[in-house]
């Protein structure tokens, strides 16, 4: 006789939904993804070495030591029915090429910016714009750097007001719960005004 989950009592499966986190090198993406994850997460730091430093542009964030070579991965579960799955995105520029593959499936993108090197995360906006893939901007307040308003960021970055503009801290977890959240209420907001 044939069996179902119900037979058995088994626990629904819950929804996932895939979310990426961009930005520059250095922007605080590998932080970010760790400070919210539920697991201990998958991260592909490597030690940066002398071949690369004629590639990677370091300006502003010189101390940085490591680099991610792949990306980043992280989970956390909204409730019964929803669980986050997180992508890192790699800052390099010699790494964007694996960016489409990351971004398939994707519900939206999170752009981390940081503001001691706004122009890093403008390949990001374009690169959601160009795929109209619904983003937000999460501005990493670091410690000693110029705070300015998120309509100032806005501005800077040349982004409707339709998408919103948060300030962070990547390093506490509240404060990634925060930005997960205004993501996707963003994308629920936008998918009813398409219905």
């Not at 071949?51 to 964030?61: H, N, P, Q, Y």
């Not at 090429?97 to 910016?113: K, P, Q, R």
Request: glycine residues 8%; hydrophobic residues 45%.
């Amino acid at each position: 006789m044939a069996s179902n989950d119900s037979d058995r009592g088994a626990e629904p499966i819950p929804s996932a939904i895939k979310i990426l986190i961009a930005g520059g090198f250095g922007a605080g993406k590998t932080t970010l993804v760790g400070s919210v994850s539920e697991i201990s997460p998958l991260s592909t730091e490597e030690l940066m070495t002398e071949a690369s430093l004629d590639v990677d542009d370091t300006s502003g964030v010189e101390q940085k030591t490591t680099t991610t070579v792949a990306l980043d991965f992280g989970r956390i579960t909204i409730n019964d029915d929803l669980v986050l799955y997180l992508f890192g995105t790699p800052g390099q520029q010699r790494f964007w090429f694996m960016w489409d593959e990351l971004a398939l499936g994707s519900l939206g993108a999170v752009v981390l910016a940081d503001t001691r090197r706004l122009e890093t995360c403008f390949p990001s906006v374009d690169f959601f714009e160009r795929r109209s893939i619904p983003f937000i901007v999460a501005v990493n307040c670091f410690d000693g750097a110029h705070r300015y308003e998120s309509d100032e960021v806005r501005e800077a970055l040349s982004i409707s007001s339709g998408v919103p503009v948060v300030l962070c801290d990547a390093r506490m977890r509240e404060s990634g719960k925060e930005v997960l959240l205004t993501l996707v209420q963003h994308v629920a907001a936008a998918v009813s005004a398409t219905v």
